[in-house]
């Protein structure tokens, strides 16, 4: 990887400076999605109830860059009370180097993190402790994204700098394992403007069987069978986005058939149909983000648990779009832009209950929350932005 694609990867926010919508079909040549049992999609978007949820003040871990002027020192510690959505830090875990993105287990006790670095690494945190139960390479340079396989056996990391993908085992107690599997996205050739691929996420699809890589790179997201006993992947489809789209970040509508994906170079956001039993996606017509022409770096997507509205943070523009999910999944309404609270919108989350919205703000510095309307998906902002230096994840439990 060159410097030049490293400077990119970590600081494009130094080069930022009415109504839509579409519908998409099932995928051609393949049974409709609509006529396809789905089960129940992982709950990314929402989890229980407020009521639920412990009382008092809920944990959030924020992610930066350690090596970046003015970054942080490893993982941030805060906690954020879940009716006002105020946050008080509450320390930094060290050790950690450039933990730019986030994720727990889906039991609730490990968190990982990626090692954004040229030799890049996953870490895990027992969080009943803060131990650090150590680190794993992914094989690759530059991860920015991991996230865990619903069965929890298994960590799936995607290395921007490299254009791999990697699969490595969790031990019971949470440790990361051996690694299984390393794919480098050799094929299509790279897109406009790309010296090579650049995988940018790497999740499972709502079918549990099948993991997905976003790959910016190639303007590719690449679909993989997972051999939930060896760890071993087998690519099974590709979905082309259109040239220079540069796709970053996918996220599936509740329903499991339809999935949304953000096109960080061209601008675009895009309904993807998705067949749960080939695994098969299929990228819709490119739609607007409702930023104007001006590139806005579009980072990342969420759906509503109950999949009626979803937001996209765009970093240049610095604001979070709203659109109205209509027709089971099958259309994005753009309603309206708000701003978001701070300047390069990296990455955002919603807390467990889906009542906040939470956006980490990376030029200035900050983590903006958002009140969560349930009825109308309207965003109001709770307070003022709280500061966590060089700010690319929050992590909201």
């Known amino acids: 990887m060159s410097r030049a694609d490293w400077s990119r990867r970590r600081f494009a926010g130094a080069l930022a400076g009415a109504a839509a919508a579409v519908t998409l079909a099932a995928c051609d040549g393949e049974s409709s999605p609509a006529d396809a049992p789905v089960p129940k999609a992982p709950a990314t978007a929402t989890g229980p109830p407020a009521s639920e949820l412990p009382a008092g003040p809920r944990p959030l871990y924020l992610g930066t860059y350690t090596s970046a002027e003015g970054g942080g020192e490893g993982i941030g510690l805060a906690g954020y009370d879940p009716e006002t959505g105020r946050i008080t830090a509450t320390g930094t875990l060290t050790g ?12 609730g006790r490990t968190l990982y993190a990626v090692n954004e670095r040229e030799d890049g690494a996953v870490t895990a945190v027992r969080l009943s402790d803060r131990k650090i139960l150590g680190s794993r390479s992914t094989g690759g340079a530059s991860p ?117 994906l953000a096109n960080e170079l061209d601008n675009t956001v895009a309904v993807c149909a998705y067949d749960p039993g080939s695994g098969r996606l299929r990228v819709g017509e ?25 937001y996209l943070a765009n ?35 919603f807390s467990p209950d889906g009542r906040l919205l939470f956006a980490a703000n990376q030029r200035s510095g900050t983590v903006s929350v958002f009140h969560v309307r349930q009825d109308s998906g309207e965003l109001r902002a709770a307070g003022e932005p709280f500061a966590s230096p060089v700010a690319v994840c929050a992590l909201p439990l």
């Open 96 to 107: 950690v180097p450039d933990p730019s993105y986030l994720a727990v287990h889906p039991d």
């Open 144 to 260: 920015c994204h991991l996230s865990v396989h619903p069965g929890g056996r298994y960590l799936l990391s995607a290395d921007y700098g490299s254009g791999t993908v990697a699969v490595h085992r969790i031990g019971a107690s949470g440790a990361i394992g051996e690694r299984t599997a390393l794919v480098t996205h050799s094929a299509p050739p790279p897109g406009p403007g790309q010296r090579g691929p650049h995988a940018h996420q790497f999740l499972t699809g709502p079918d549990g069987g099948h993991v997905l890589a976003v790959d910016l790179g190639t303007d590719t997201v690449y679909t993989y069978r997972l051999d939930e006993t060896s760890g071993g992947l087998t690519e099974v489809s590709r979905a082309r986005a259109r040239p220079g789209a540069g796709p970053r970040h996918l996220t599936f509508h509740p329903g499991g058939r339809y999935a949304y």
């Open 286 to 310: 490119a739609q607007s983000t409702g930023t104007g022409s001006a590139t806005s770096y579009p980072a990342q997507l969420l759906v509503t648990g109950n999949g009626h509205f979803a």
């Open 315 to 349: 970093r240049g523009h610095n604001s979070l779009t709203r659109y109205a999910v209509e027709r089971d999944g099958a259309r994005l309404r753009l309603l309206d832009t708000v701003p978001a609270g701070g300047d390069f919108p990296r990455h955002i989350a």
